[in-house]
């Protein structure tokens, strides 16, 4: 592969290399598939830590119920709040970043 191209100009002929082109190019796709690696890779960490809440939050209520016989109406109140209070905030840190 020839990375040099000869132009015929009304001056003479004029060489170019088509190296820094290239190298260009190559930068903006290496940039490009970073961004997207790290973006990819905070949402998976995100949707981890959004599952192991939820799932402790779940642990909790079942124990507290089973232990100690709440109203399971109430705890399922205090459930949904608390989860929403923790989406809310992974939301929050998503658009930050």
Not at 1 to 13: E, F, H, K, Q
Not at 47 to 53: G, I
């Amino acid at each position: 592969m020839c990375n040099l191209t000869v132009r015929l100009t009304t001056s003479g002929i004029r060489t170019e290399s088509l190296l820094p082109k290239t190298g260009a190019i190559i930068v903006v796709v290496v940039v490009v598939v970073v961004v997207v690696v790290v973006v990819l890779v905070v949402v998976v960490v995100v949707v981890v830590v959004v599952v192991v809440a939820v799932l402790a939050v779940v642990v909790v209520v079942v124990v507290v119920v089973v232990v100690v016989g709440v109203n399971t109406l109430e705890v399922g109140i205090v459930v949904a709040e608390v989860v929403r209070v923790v989406i809310h905030a992974i939301v929050e840190v998503i658009v930050v970043v």
